[in-house]
């Protein structure tokens, strides 16, 4: 079945560091790809997705790829904030979402 | 997007206990969905609940234990019963929005947390 692996973590870094979340996927056809993102006693939100292969997903100085030559949809910030201080899960599917472990971030000042 | 509220927003139960979780969406959906987040860990689909039909339900979870209501297009709830200290969990419903299959996009409530003693 469809399945969503990502780095483990937790990732800590200083504030305005460079972040890679890697993550990678395997899927029966080509399904969308999505970052959500839990903050600290709060639900999911959605940071970004992407439909198809090729396509940038953008929202808030961060940046995801879809690539399905390599099965990748990597998170990317070039200049991270104590605030982005979170969990981040992969996901793919449609309707019926598939999650990867989550990976929990923290930034410090 | 659809703003969606749960009740309650926390929970401390015994066990043996039941306890009932309501969604609510300010938009008619066709669909709505109940996963669930273990301490530490990513979310697991419960079920899909159909308006005016059976909810359907993933693998390792069944209708005893997960009893699902979805009386109209913009509530649904979910009821934890017979809970034992393993349903010490977060529960989030979700509805899609934006088309369907590849077009469709998940927004989730704020979650309830159980926790069971």
Known sequence: ?109 | SAVISQKPSRDICQRGTSLTIQCQVDSQVTMMFWYRQQPGQSLTLIATANQGSEATYESGFVIDKFPISRPNLTFSTLTVSNMSPEDSSIYLCSVGEGGTGRGETQYFGPGTRLLVL
């Not at chain 1, 995801?64 to 201080?85: C, I, M, N, P, W």
């Open chain 1, 1 to 109: 079945g469809d399945s969503v692996t990502q780095m483990e973590g937790p990732v800590t870094l200083s504030e305005e560091a460079f972040l890679t979340i890697n993550c990678t996927y395997t899927a029966t056809g080509y399904p969308s790809l999505f970052w959500y993102v839990q903050y600290p006693g709060e639900g999911l939100q959605l940071l970004l997705k992407a439909t198809k292969a090729d396509d940038k997903g953008s929202n808030k100085g961060f940046e995801a790829t879809y690539r399905k030559e390599t099965t990748s949809f990597h998170l990317e910030k070039g200049s991270v904030q104590v605030s982005d201080s979170a969990v981040y899960f992969c996901a793919l599917g449609a309707q019926k979402l598939v999650f990867g472990q989550g990976t929990r971030l923290t930034i410090n000042p």
